[in-house]
């Protein structure tokens, strides 16, 4: 395995592709409501990213055929957007996103409440949120990865939450996809050593019910086998020798 380390002016760009996607979620946070389809949110992210003068890394990924991924309720990740799927006050709705900027990518994900929603649905976005916070406290340089992926995976399961194994959070820079992975659970090795100027995409999926996952026979959506409810939250990280640099998330 090997995880590359950027250079000042690579992190220049995956500053700026992280600024840009950041942009992208908060129109998009805008654009939900209920009546619009999941279609619709994908072409108005697409456009978004276009404009920038900026490519879409999911779209074509492995066949995966649009630019963002859209979650409702029970779905995981990777949920394919379509023009009959219609949003609903009372969803919760988890927004997958990329795109590439001069050749750097970055990758964020973020669980939105369409208008009113149950006590329940809010404290699993708050705690999934936190998770990830609870994570990137141990992200830096001389840390090892996996106390990363305990942290997040302890914080969750406090709630009784079941957190998602199937699928990891992973290295991020020319490639959507570089080492390493990133479980968002307890280990039993520590995992490699940190080092300033790596990046990475760090992304706890936590089921309000148990932890196991089930593809459907589109190949892409997975959700929840129990059918509870899931939520998202992804950022594209930089570790540094002192606080890691939330490169998708200003403020
Ligand atoms: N954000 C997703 C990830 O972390 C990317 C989705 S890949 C796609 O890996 F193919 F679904 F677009
Ligand atoms: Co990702």
């Given at each position: 395995?090997?995880?590359?380390?950027?250079?000042?002016?690579?992190?220049?760009?995956?500053?700026?592709?992280?600024?840009?996607?950041?942009?992208?979620?908060?129109?998009?946070?805008?654009?939900?409501?209920?009546?619009?389809?999941?279609?619709?949110?994908?072409?108005?992210?697409?456009?978004?990213?276009r404009k920038m003068g900026c490519t879409p890394n999911f779209l074509h990924y492995n066949g995966?055929?649009?630019?963002?991924?859209?979650?409702?309720?029970?779905?995981?990740?990777?949920?394919?957007?379509?023009?009959?799927?219609?949003?609903?006050?009372?969803?919760?709705?988890?927004?997958?996103?990329?795109?590439?900027?001069?050749?750097?990518?970055?990758?964020?994900?973020?669980?939105?409440?369409?208008?009113?929603?149950?006590?329940?649905?809010q404290q699993l976005i708050d705690v999934t949120r936190q998770s990830f916070f609870e994570g990137i406290k141990f992200a830096k340089a001389g840390n090892h990865l996996y106390e990363i992926s305990a942290a997040i995976g302890a914080y969750a399961e406090k709630f009784g939450y079941g957190v998602v194994r199937d699928l990891v959070g992973h290295g991020i820079g020319t490639s959507l996809h570089e080492d390493p992975q990133i479980p968002n659970f307890r280990q039993r090795r520590r995992g490699l050593r940190l080092q300033a100027g790596m990046t990475l995409a760090i992304e706890p999926m936590i089921n309000q019910g148990r932890a196991d996952v089930v593809w459907l026979d589109d190949d892409w959506t997975v959700v929840t086998e129990d059918?509870?409810?899931?939520?998202?939250?992804?950022?594209?990280?930089?570790?540094?020798?002192?606080?890691?640099?939330?490169?998708?998330?200003?403020?």
């Open positions: 395995m090997s995880v590359s380390i950027k250079t000042a002016k690579e992190i220049e760009k995956m500053r700026e592709a992280g600024r840009l996607l950041e942009q992208v979620h908060d129109e998009l946070e805008q654009f939900i409501k209920p009546g619009i389809s999941t279609l619709d949110i994908d072409r108005l992210g697409e456009s978004l990213i995966y055929p649009a630019s963002i991924c859209v979650s409702v309720n029970d779905e995981v990740v990777h949920g394919i957007p379509h023009k009959e799927r219609i949003i609903q006050e009372g969803d919760i709705v988890s927004l997958d996103a990329g795109l590439i900027y001069q050749g750097y990518h970055s990758d964020a994900a973020r669980t939105h409440a369409v208008g009113k929603i149950s006590k329940e649905a059918g509870s409810l899931s939520a998202h939250y992804e950022n594209t990280v930089l570790i540094t020798e002192g606080e890691p640099e939330i490169l998708t998330l200003s403020k």
